[in-house]
C-alpha cells in the first residue's frame, strides 16, 4: 500500500463499501479501492464481525463498520465533513443513516434472494467480490456456493414470506420520500451530502443496479435514479449546510416519519423480545406483520440513538421536539 494513503477492501455488491468509497471520494482522501479476494479475507481474519468493507490504514492495520470509520476519519482529515455542523441537524443525519443502515437493507436483501432472475444476476458477480467459498474464484461452483449461502441466510434476517409485504412497502414509502426532493445538487442537508446521504446511497445504489428493484425505482422513482448514479463520485462537489429550519424540512421529515412508524417501534420491540427471553418479535406496520428473532446488535444501536438525544443540550432537544413529535419519533428516542 503507498504511503499515507488507505486501501479500501470491498465489494460492488455491499451498500456498506460503496457508501464508504462514495465518502472517501467526496472527502478527497486518497485511497485505493480493492475487491475482497480469498487473500485479503484470510490477511483480515482477526477482524470481529468478518464483515465487507475493510479499511486498511496507512500503518497497515485494518478496521470495521462504517460508521466508526466515518466518525475516525473526520477526527482525522479536515476539510469537506460530513456531519453537519447544527448539533441537531447532526443528530438528524444519525438518526437517517441508521435507518439507512439497518433498515433499508432488509428489502434490498429480499429483493436480491427472492426471485431466481434477481438471485442469478447478484451471485453472478457478488460470489466472486465476496469470497467467502474454497472454490475457484469465478467458478460455477463459487457462484452457486455464494447464492446458497445467501438464500440460507434469509428467514434469519427476516426476509420471508410474512414479511414480505412491509418491506416492500417500506421501498415503495422511502421511494416516496426521496423522489420529490432530490436533484444535482440538493442533499438532505444542503447542497453538500452528508453522512446519511452517503448510507442511503449505498443502499439505493444497489437496488438501482439488482433487476426487481431497479425497475421499481426506474418507473415510480427516476429522478432518485439518477441521484444515486451521480453521488458515486461527489468528489467535485461543494456546497454548504442549510439552517436547522431548511435542513429539517420536506425530506428529512419524510424519513423520519419512516422512521418513527416502522424503524424506532422495530428497534424497541427487538430491545424488549431480547429483555424478555423471547425467541421471537412481532409488530405490525401500516397494518403489515414483521415477525423475526431479536438481534442483540440492533440494542445497541436503540441505546446509541437514545445516548446521542440525551448528549443534546435542552435548547437542541427543544428545537427538535416538534418534528420528532410529528414523525413519531420522541416518544422512542426519550424513553429513558
Known amino acids: ?122 451471485s453472478r458477480w457478488a460470489g466472486e467480490e465476496w469470497s467467502t467459498s474454497e472454490a475457484e474464484t469465478g467458478s460455477a461452483e463459487e457462484i452457486e456456493e455464494f447464492r446458497q449461502r445467501q438464500i440460507s441466510r434469509m428467514a434469519i434476517l427476516g426476509a420471508t414470506a410474512e414479511n414480505k409485504p412491509l418491506l416492500e412497502e417500506s421501498y415503495r414509502r422511502i421511494l416516496a420520500a426521496f423522489e420529490p426532493h432530490v436533484g444535482m445538487t440538493r442533499y438532505l442537508f444542503g447542497s453538500r451530502p452528508s453522512l446519511a446521504d452517503f448510507a442511503w446511497f449505498g443502499q439505493l445504489r444497489e437496488m438501482a443496479t439488482d433487476p426487481t428493484p431497479m425497475r421499481i425505482m426506474r418507473a415510480v422513482a427516476p429522478f432518485t435514479d439518477h441521484w444515486v448514479r451521480r453521488l458515486d463520485d461527489a468528489s467535485g462537489v461543494d456546497g454548504a449546510w442549510y439552517p436547522r429550519e431548511q435542513a429539517l424540512n420536506g425530506w428529512a421529515e ?29 409488530i405490525s406496520v401500516w397494518g403489515l406483520p414483521y415477525a423475526l428473532a431479536p438481534f442483540k446488535y440492533q440494542v445497541k444501536c436503540l441505546q446509541q440513538l437514545r445516548e446521542k438525544f440525551a448528549a443534546l443540550n435542552a435548547a437542541d432537544r427543544d428545537a427538535l421536539q416538534p418534528l420528532l413529535e410529528r414523525t413519531g419519533c420522541w416518544v422512542h428516542l426519550a424513553a429513558h
Open 254 to 282: 419524510a424519513l423520519l416519519k419512516i422512521a418513527g412508524e416502522l424503524y424506532l417501534p422495530f428497534l424497541v420491540a427487538n430491545a424488549e423480545a431480547l429483555a424478555k427471553g423471547l425467541e421471537r418479535l412481532e
Open 1 to 122: 500500500m503507498t504511503e499515507g494513503r488507505y486501501r479500501l477492501i470491498g465489494s460492488t455488491a455491499s451498500p456498506y463499501a460503496l457508501k464508504l468509497r462514495a465518502l472517501l471520494r467526496y472527502r478527497r482522501i486518497p485511497h485505493d479501492w480493492v475487491i475482497m479476494t480469498k487473500a485479503l479475507r484470510q490477511a483480515t481474519a482477526h477482524l470481529r464481525p468478518m464483515l465487507i468493507p475493510v479499511l486498511q490504514y496507512p500503518d497497515g492495520s485494518y478496521r470495521g463498520e462504517t460508521t466508526t470509520l466515518a466518525y475516525d476519519l473526520e477526527t482525522r482529515h479536515a476539510g469537506r465533513s460530513v456531519i453537519p455542523e447544527d448539533k441537531s441537524v447532526a443528530f438528524i443525519c444519525d438518526v437517517l443513516e441508521d435507518l439507512a443502515d439497518e433498515w433499508a437493507v432488509k428489502p434490498l436483501f429480499l429483493y436480491r434472494w427472492w426471485d431466481v432472475e434477481d438471485q442469478t444476476y447478484v
